[in-house]
């Protein structure tokens, strides 16, 4: 194999041209990753010139760098966020101890079990929306979709280099099954449920990036707390990036949301079936899907007690959403929190030992965080003059983990029949007859300037271009 300029072809901080070890295993594993891109990665893109954000450093303007590029070109780098000085565990039994640059042997599966559910999710969403490109409803768009997508392989990247640093064969293995899993296969799926589903169009794509990329920000901000430092620091760079991907899905379905109102004010439409007649997606349409993307997001974060999200926590593997800024011991032995129960067809809440309920803690704090975006959302309907909500659904609504897995409740959260459910779920999530809908809008822009009918654009370019650049050339 010829030897490959690691400092040229993988931007790092990481000394990798040091690491003969290293190095040797990420020179297996690459072509494989590449051969990952080729079949799984956009569909029919490799060849296209797309307008990139490089990370070539961890510092503040390594972010700077613009450019057309092919993606199968893409300089997929290894950054962790600078070390901090004698940073110490901020919680836990080790609280206060120095952190760890190596894996203590005791917890050794845990970690590696943690770096490959995380790992795990990056791949599975660039397969999910794989054939997007196909319908992107502008350049613009379309360039937003594969720098997400590119990220989402560093992020890989960065997962595997954890594992190849640190794990070992071990390690090496976890590496190679990161490739060979699929989203949605029936015989080898990937690990989390919501990475299995469909992200068939557009806004289901908005509403992916803006809850389940945020699912993302939560769990890498609890895993930035960990005693383990590089994976403490690999997160912490990670972080910078899943900020675009939620830009991405709160500005594509505030875009959504402003063409639809523009269109029923400019021709007096209320009724959704008179809605759809201008080509546009109906607010009850949007609100459908927003309830089914919120509801298998809150799912990601587990089951609301979980003895090994306590075992986590009290080993120092994983912290909680901003640890360091809560006032409380960091060990949490006697602290309660409500957790919600179903009992007697009543949705009861009772306090469970805050340790084993971590869970549902960070749960609870992606809930605070996720209404944020829908608010203002609301605020474009309202500028309008559309009287209209949008809303997150009740936490206890189209759960399939947890103690409300397997009963039933309305988006209000109010308990209802089995019978009920079927009788009205058509109103509550996105029908097959909605999606066919949404699917016929979508058809490919691709000339300079130009967006589909169904989303307003945007009301500036990136990185200071205008809206009207060719931010992707097909060659
Ligand atoms: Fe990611
Ligand atoms: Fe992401």
Redesign the pocket.
Known sequence: MAAIDYNELIPNNVNLSSDRTLQRALEQWQPNFLNWWKDMGPDGSNNFDVYLRTAISAEPNGWAHFDHVKMPDYRWGIFLAPAEEDRRIGFGEHKGEPVWQEVPGEHRANLRRIIVTQGD??PASVEQQRHLGLTAPSLYDLRNLFQVNVE?GR?LWAMVYLLHRYFGRDGREEGEALLQRRSGDQDNPRILNAFNEKTPDWLSFFMFTYFTDRD?KYQLCALAESAFDPLSRTTRF?LTE?AHHMFVGESGVSRVVQRTCEIMKQHGVEDPAEVRKFGVIDLPTIQRYLNFHFSVTIDLFGADQSSNAALFYSAGLKGRFEETKRQDDHKLNDLMYPVLDYADGALTTHDTAMLNALNEVLRDDYIKDSVGGVERWNRVIAKNGVDFKLSVPHKAFHRSIGKLAGHHFDPNGRPISAAAWQKNVDTWLPSTEDRAYVASLMGRVIAVGKYANWIAAPTVGLNRQPIEMEYVRFN
């Open positions: 999710t990056e989402e992020h993302g990670m899943e």
